[in-house]
Each structure stands twice: as structure tokens, then as C-alpha cells.
């Protein structure tokens, strides 16, 4: 009997012992290490992020990392690169997770959609998301027609994404139709997120619990077992990035606009023209980045021509006031609708100091103008210079780096090149003759 009893106890043993190394072995299939790549998005959405994330995958293919994470902090931004980004994530090989964090930090607007669009998305504490509601290019709301088609479409849109990742269909379309917003724990409660997670090792840790979808298979994985590697995007991303803001754009434009105003009408003066050919050419690429509208610009690039137009001829202010009016509404057209553009405020503080800034000009170049006609003119006999052109009677020569209307002495021609010197004056026109 005991003999039995002892191959007894060994058979259970042995079952028990089998038993276990199954599911041990079972667990272990499903249990891997994982590479994962940790990206950060935030700030405003543009082409930029558009580039980020496409150069970021491309580093995921290459390197054979399981997964990419993104940390996502935005107040939205422009709707077409908000439907580039969800494309690249809905249509991702390599799962695109995404992180709302750290506390504080919100996916409003655009980042609504993207948040969405993650296969698993989760939110720190004390984060927010919604609000995603289209708006125009200067924050207001949009006239009703035109809110109808856009706020119809991102319903759409949104309502797409959600059924896709069984998320809360009703809640996300309400983000859009009537802007709402909820934080993070109403955001799980309501299936909007997945889970809170507190930080990224935190967000790994439970979803390594959950598991995650990898070529179709739900995969399993220890925090112990991930690599996290974060994406540097350099240099080129951070001056794309801040170039491609809109505010920054339009600054750009209106700075290369006043700083080649301020060097015609002053010549010689050499760096406002060179700094504002530089931020003119800068701001014009942005622009071509941007949805930008083509009246929008032109109006801008008006009021500019009307305001150096006031140098040379006497409207008595009827030009700059033109000047003025094409400026403002150039500036509120610039954007396209339904993308975040240049607040009102901004709008109406930077063409009034625009305004402000040339009209000094203007004065300062008028003033030297009719000063001259005086004393002035007396002070540039004897001075030298030399030929620009031949302009129909009259020649344009450099004197003391400012440019003269000028005529021989003789009645005759100088070929351009030239070296003169002043021996009397005619109101603004010099009397030259050749340097001896």
C-alpha cells in the first residue's frame, strides 16, 4: 500500500509539474521584448509634425522597432496636416500609440482627432481633450454656411476614427458639433482613452498588461523587456517647426516688407535691406507651406507698394490710408478658413505699429526732402560721386550713399561708372560734371 501511495503522490506531482510548465510556456509566448520608439509631438499642428512623424517611421522601419509611442501636447492647428497625421497613423504598419502627457499638457482641436487615431491612447492625470470644433483663420467662430459643410465633414471624419478603434462615438462627434472637452479621468470613463497613465514607463507597464496589437497578433510584454528609444528630429524640425507657425509667418512677411520699404526709402543704408530680404523670402516660403489664401497676399504686398508710394507722391495721407486698409484686411483673409490663423488682436496691433513705424519714415524722409531744398542743397556742391544709369534726360548718381536726379554741366552723357563731382543744383537736381 505504501508503494501505491508514494507513485500516487509522484503522478499528481508530475501532472502538476506539467500543468504548470504549460502555462508558463503559454505565458512566455505571448511575453517578449520590445523596442520602442518614443516620440514627442507638441505646440501647434503644421507640415512640420507631418515631416516629424513620416521621418520618425521611417527610423522605426529601419531600426525594426515593435512600436512607436507618441507624447502629445497641442492646442490644434491646421486641419489639413491634422488629416495627414491621422492617415500616417491609421495606416501605420508599426503601431502608433499615443500619450496626452505630462499633467497639464491637453490634445485640443487637432489633437483630439489624432488622439483618436492611435490603436492605444492614454492620458495623464490632470490632462484635457476636446474642444474640436473647426474655427476661422482668426479664431472666430465661422459664418453658417461655410461652419454646416466644414463642422459636417469633421464629424465625419471623427465618427470614422472612433468606430475604428471602439472608442465613444457620440462623445468625440459632440467634440466637434459643440466643442466639448472633458480631462482624464472622464476621458476613461467615458471610452474616450483607453486608460490614465502617469508617465511613459507607467503607460508601457499597463499596456504590456493589455497588450497590443502586432501584425495581427495581441502581444504581451514586462516593462523589464522594453527598449525605449527616444527620436532626436535635429535641428531642421526645430527651424521648421517655428517657421511654420502662422503668427511667426506673418510676422516674417510684414518684417521683410518694412525692412526693404525702409531701405528704398533710404538708400544705403544696406542691413534693414538685406535683413528684410532675407525675412521677406523666409515668410514667403511659409506662406507656400501654409494654407494660405492668394488675395490674402496680395492685398498684404498693396499696401505695402501704397505706403512707398507715399515717399514720392502727395495724396495727403489717402495713400496710406489705402495702405492701411489693405494691410488689415489682407491680414484677415491670409489664412484659409477652418484653420487656426492670426488672432484679431494681433491682426489689429501689428498694422497699427506698422502704420505707426512708416508713417515716421515717411515723415523723416519728407522733411529731409524739403530741408534740402534749403541750406541742404548748398552742402552738396563739391561733393563726389559717381553714375548709376541714364534715365531718360537725367541721370541717377550715388553721392554721400543716397541717390540724386543729375545732369551735366554741359548737357552732355555719362556712361554708368562714371566718377563726378557736384558744382551746383537745380531744386533736387544736381549739376555735375566729370572728376578731373
Known sequence: MNGLKK?????????????LFVFARVDSLHAKEMSVLFLEIQGAISPAQVDLLEDGLEQAGDDDHDLMLLRLDTPGGLATSMRELVKIIMNSKIPICVWVGPEGAHAASAGTFITAAAQVSAMAPGTSIGAASPVSSSGDELPETMSKKITGDMVSLIKGIARKRGRNIEWYAKSVQDGVSVDAQDAVTLNVVDFMALSVEDFLEQLGARGVLIDGQKVKFFKSDVAVIKYDPGFRYEVLSWLLDPQIAYFLLLGGILGLFFEIAHPGAILPGVLGAFCLVTGLYAMSVLPTNAAGLLLLLLGAVLFLLEVFIVSYGLLSLGAVISLFVGSLVLFSEGTPGIPLGTILGTVVTFAAFVGVIVYLVTKAQISSLGVGMESMIGLE??????????????VRGEIWNAEAYDKSFFEPGTMIKV????????IIVRKS
Open 7 to 19: 507513485r500516487s503522490v509522484l503522478i499528481y506531482c508530475s501532472i502538476i509539474i506539467t500543468i
Open 423 to 430: 558744382v551746383d543744383s537745380r531744386g533736387l537736381t544736381l
Open 385 to 398: 560721386g559717381e553714375v548709376l544709369e541714364l534715365k531718360g534726360e537725367l541721370m541717377k548718381i550715388r
